[in-house]
């Protein structure tokens, strides 16, 4: 999966992610188009990232599983 691939899973606005990963917007364009490579730093932020996200998700699924 390309490194722009897993940045639109998160479904998250691009300045958001590239505030969390600590990195410019312009930057994390660039590593989306593939202009630049990506660093093995930002890919494990990135992850990181990821899994908060999923788990803030299962959170919300617990709770409307819980309102039923």
């Keep these: 999966m390309r490194f722009r691939e897993r940045t639109d899973l998160l479904s998250l606005p691009l300045q958001e992610i590239a505030d969390r ?5 312009r930057t994390l364009t ?3 188009y593939g202009h630049r490579a990506v ?3 930002v890919l494990k932020k990135l992850a990181t ?3 908060e ?3 803030r998700l299962a ?5 409307l599983e819980s309102e039923e």
């Design 39 to 41: 660093p093995e730093e």
């Design 21 to 25: 990963l600590g990195i410019p917007y």
């Design 30 to 32: 660039s590593y989306r």
């Design 53 to 55: 996200h999923c788990a």
């Design 49 to 51: 990232i990821m899994r």
């Design 59 to 63: 959170e919300a699924a617990d709770e």
